[in-house]
């Protein structure tokens, strides 16, 4: 017990020492109940999904509504299992479909937008100022509109009812290239130009230089793009069975009626727990690019 | 006659000249042909899905194109009928720079600070703390537990609360009446605000150079807000950019949160936004004349906002 003691005081101790100098202890803690007290609102919603899951029907139409469960219990994901096997098309086809274009889509966003993200940066080649404008501005308009547009050139392109519908666009979003430019702008000059006198060509560059170096960027490009395509529907542009990706089915199951609120309760939390691993996978990996990054001008 | 020889000879030159540049233009594209091998996979794409869908879209605003006929070209008919003739479309653009104006700033803001405490946490608690902020981000049933939270009647949380504590007599109708819609909003909209620009916001900061601390100690910088103010915000410009420029794209198009909490339309048009109004057009009336005529109006009250910002992030650090 006293050596138990011991060595919390000297975690402590070694934990206030890494503290930077400018800082007063005081200040430190009011923040980190602020951040709490914060944080603990914020995840309201994550604790609800996963309270539902696990409610048994009579607690889930309980008035008033607890946010806790009270008898925990399996039955929502045995139902799941139940309803997902007696489905038309086999379950994993759905699931097959929304890993597919997730994984596609997501690979094929970050390595496009970086390549592009590069020449901007990096090359100043005429033109190449007025087009990351042009980005920039278009980022302003409201997809609502260009639906139908794109709808329209998909069907004469021939994209319609096919995963290119839903992974060729997403190459080209916006978002990916302005955050990959913008987080370049940090990268030394002089490390390009050197690398460029050592004989390295421009492709080399930019993924064994360029990349490494705002690892944190396209990490965070991972979970933005890998969030939005997991919870693609392709609604508008796919409409067969066998196309359909898992978001959609799910909400079928979820719409089933009262009787499937429990079933739907348990869908969500399935739903979550991809892209919740996700986040903290690539998280941890953006933390540890701190301890190996100080390469600097 | 010598005034012609001399206007030949001038045009002569003008024409080198012209000559001269383009040739300068082509070996310099050429030099860079590289640099257009890496834009074009990406150029492709974004031309076809985002720059011609815009354009068509701005050229159909001028149009009256229900998606059954050709459409006819009518003018300025749908921007007159927008400013003179539709009511709703004003109210709907007071509401969005009332909710633009609020929850804009104060979110950048939030997301910020919240992202600057979190980054000097231990590493490990810092990995927690970032998947709790960004929760409402990630987790999809938002709009499900703000239902219960606001519900009408003594069964919501907030109502109950308020009732058991003596605040209030009788249950506050919080989603449908005009009184309490717009603070409701914008409660659950601060609430979702820490969205990519925090996770940018924390990648960038790991890309602040230390040394530069270390310099700022000796240089005598006495508090965590001096720091902030001169090594942390000025390095971490780029970043606070894209914040700036997610922030206004974000807050300005303030749609699904309105229309699953309150409907659409909501009582009296209380917390109706633009973009509502382009739903209401677009995919329910299928006016897509007018729906687009919307659109282009409200991308440029976003371009002059976010030429606004621009002006004012210059200022960070100085």
Known sequence: MGRKKHKLKHSIRKVLKKRA??????????????????????????????????????????????????????????DLLVLMSNSWVPFTRYFFNTIFMTAVGTAGHVIVASMAAYALEKHGFPGSKTFFKIIITTLMFSPVVTAIPNYLTMSKI????????????????????????????????????????????EWKILWKVVMPMVKPAWLTLVIFSFQGLWNATGGTYIYSEELKTLPYALNQIRLG?????????????????????????????IIETMASSGLKE | ?????????????????????????????YKHRVAYFLVAPFAAVFITFTIIPVLM???????????????????FENYRNLFLVDDIFLTSVRNTFVLAIVTGPIGYMAALLCAWFINELPPKIRAFMVLVFYAPSISGSVYLIWGVVFSGDAYGYLNGFLLD??????????????????????????????GAGFLAFIAGL??????????GYVDGIRNRWQELWYITLPAMRPQLMFGAIMSVTTSFAIADQTAQLCGLPSTDYAVHTVVNHLQDYGQQRFE???????????FIIMILSNKGIQNLLKKVGR
């Open chain 2, 57 to 75: 879209s701005i050229g159909l605003s001028f149009t009256y194109f229900n998606m059954l006929e050709a459409p006819k070209f009518i003018g």
């Open chain 1, 21 to 78: 100098p400018n800082r007063s202890l005081l200040g430190d803690v009011f923040i980190l109940i602020m951040l709490l007290a914060i944080g603990a609102f914020l995840a309201l919603p994550l604790v609800l999904v996963i309270s539902n899951a696990f409610k048994p029907l009579d607690e889930i139409f309980l008035f008033p509504p607890r946010f806790f469960v009270r008898n925990p219990t399996m039955n929502n994901f045995r």
């Open chain 2, 288 to 298: 897509m004349g007018y729906a687009s005529a919307i659109a282009t109006i409200l």
């Open chain 2, 1 to 29: 006659m010598k005034w012609a020889e001399t206007s030949v000879k001038n045009n002569g030159t003008a024409l080198n000249k012209r000559k001269n540049r383009l040739k300068a233009l082509l070996t310099e594209i």
């Open chain 1, 158 to 201: 021939g994209f319609l009812d096919s995963y290119l519908s839903i992974i060729i666009p997403a190459f080209g979003f916006p978002l990916g290239l302005f955050l990959m430019k913008q987080f370049m702008v940090n990268v030394p000059n002089s490390l390009i130009e050197s690398a460029r006198l050592d004989g390295a060509s």
């Open chain 1, 257 to 285: 009626g009262i009787a499937r609120q429990g079933t739907g309760a348990a869908v969500q939390l399935l739903m979550l727990i991809v892209p919740v691993t996700m986040f903290i996978i690539t998280q941890s990996n």
């Open chain 2, 206 to 215: 790991q890309g602040v150079d230390k040394t530069m601390y270390e310099a």
């Open chain 2, 165 to 194: 504590f003596g605040l209030i007599n009788e249950p506050s109708k919080w989603l449908s009446d005009p009184a309490y819609m717009m603070s409701s909003i914008i409660v659950v909209v601060l609430w979702m605000s820490l």
